[in-house]
């Protein structure tokens, strides 16, 4: 089995957290056919990578601007026979390939991922952040399965595919997934539907040992844009839902809705009640939080308009 690795960056900004994305890749028990590095229209990045990031195929966007474009052009280019995704913020463990290709022993399975764990700038989560919406920040949260468990989709700083799986169904759907800091998404759930829909019999692997880290600077630690990525979440899903229909896009967000997200309330209030304001806060968070990501499904499914 031989594993092609794709990283894709867009901004000059986040160029310590590249190398470090880079470096960990490197460092892997097994090791990966070829580390593709994709830069998403931004040509002195692009030849920054080239001079200064050996072993690394630097390639650019050959599609329209965004991260759906980016990882085409990185699949497009991958000779290894499974492709593997990291983000460009994120640090890989170093069994993390070795631990996704076990998955793949299974001829069944078309997709393996795992755990996205946050790396909170100043080493501490917020505490009024509650666990149960860690995918505000692209990190795994309270809902997940605690062992190998087949799932719907994975997250997108920490997932694989066999390359003619993507290939077969036409590669990330473009129009979906962030393009600079706009924070749409879902395009990773999207060809995750197309590609178990497309093989009925495979399966897509969640691994919670095959893990990476997260950076989450402070931005992203603030309650305004807790609540703005919650909205964009809703828009997000009103459109997967519009290209797969409501039973494939909705399918595990029923169960996260009537189980996850009441515990978390609950336990919210109980810890507040026992001295932790904090809990208090976690409690309040996922209602309000609950609140946005609808307004934006339900402002998506009315006024389609939004979504572009």
């Given at each position: 089995?031989?594993?092609?690795?794709?990283?894709?960056?867009?901004?000059?900004?986040?160029?310590?957290?590249?190398?470090?994305?880079?470096?960990?890749?490197?460092?892997?028990?097994?090791?990966?056919?070829?580390?593709?590095?994709?830069?998403?229209?931004?040509?002195?990045?692009?030849?920054?990578?080239?001079?200064?990031?050996?072993?690394?195929?630097?390639?650019?966007?050959?599609?329209?601007?965004?991260?759906?474009?980016?990882?085409?052009?990185?699949?497009?280019?991958?000779?290894?026979?499974?492709?593997?995704?990291?983000?460009?913020d994120a640090i890989a463990?170093?069994?993390?390939?070795?631990?996704?290709?076990?998955?793949?022993?299974?001829?069944?399975?078309?997709?393996?991922?795992?755990?996205?764990?946050?790396?909170?700038?100043?080493?501490?989560?917020?505490?009024?952040?509650?666990?149960?919406?860690?995918?505000?920040?692209?990190?795994?949260?309270?809902?997940?399965?605690?062992?190998?468990?087949?799932?719907?989709?994975?997250?997108?700083?920490?997932?694989?595919?066999?390359?003619?799986?993507?290939?077969?169904?036409?590669?990330?759907?473009?129009?979906?997934?962030?393009?600079?800091?706009?924070?749409?998404?879902?395009?990773?759930?999207?060809?995750?539907?197309?590609?178990?829909?497309?093989?009925?019999?495979?399966?897509?692997?969640?691994?919670?040992?095959?893990?990476?880290?997260?950076?989450?600077?402070?931005?992203?630690?603030?309650?305004?844009?807790?609540?703005?990525?919650?909205?964009?979440?809703?828009l997000s899903k009103a459109?997967?839902?519009?290209?797969?229909?409501?039973?494939?896009?909705?399918?595990?967000?029923?169960?996260?809705?009537?189980?996850?997200?009441?515990?978390?309330?609950?336990?919210?209030?109980?810890?507040?009640?026992?001295?932790?304001?904090?809990?208090?806060?976690?409690?309040?968070?996922?209602?309000?939080?609950?609140?946005?990501?609808?307004?934006?499904?339900?402002?998506?499914?009315?006024?389609?308009?939004?979504?572009?």
């Open positions: 089995m031989t594993f092609s690795v794709i990283v894709c960056a867009y901004s000059m900004e986040r160029w310590s957290d590249l190398v470090a994305a880079a470096s960990s890749l490197q460092r892997q028990t097994r090791g990966s056919t070829e580390i593709i590095i994709v830069i998403d229209h931004n040509d002195a990045l692009l030849a920054r990578v080239r001079a200064e990031l050996p072993g690394v195929t630097a390639l650019a966007n050959r599609y329209s601007r965004g991260l759906s474009g980016a990882r085409n052009s990185g699949v497009e280019a991958a000779t290894g026979e499974v492709v593997a995704f990291l983000d460009d463990a170093g069994d993390w390939l070795e631990r996704l290709a076990r998955g793949y022993s299974n001829e069944q399975v078309t997709g393996s991922g795992g755990a996205v764990i946050p790396l909170w700038e100043g080493g501490r989560q917020p505490r009024w952040f509650p666990s149960e919406f860690l995918w505000v920040v692209g990190c795994s949260y309270t809902g997940q399965p605690m062992r190998i468990t087949p799932v719907r989709n994975l997250i997108g700083a920490n997932m694989s595919y066999r390359r003619t799986a993507i290939v077969t169904v036409g590669g990330f759907r473009e129009g979906l997934g962030r393009i600079g800091r706009r924070p749409l998404g879902c395009e990773e759930t999207e060809l995750s539907i197309r590609i178990m829909n497309r093989f009925s019999e495979g399966q897509v692997l969640y691994d919670p040992d095959a893990c990476v880290q997260h950076r989450v600077p402070r931005i992203r630690m603030r309650p305004a844009y807790f609540i703005e990525r919650c909205y964009a979440e809703g459109l997967v839902t519009r290209l797969v229909g409501a039973s494939s896009g909705l399918s595990s967000e029923r169960s996260y809705t009537l189980k996850v997200l009441p515990r978390g309330v609950i336990a919210g209030l109980r810890s507040g009640l026992r001295g932790d304001l904090g809990g208090f806060g976690r409690a309040a968070a996922i209602v309000v939080g609950f609140a946005a990501t609808t307004i934006g499904y339900v402002v998506g499914k009315v006024h389609p308009s939004a979504l572009t």
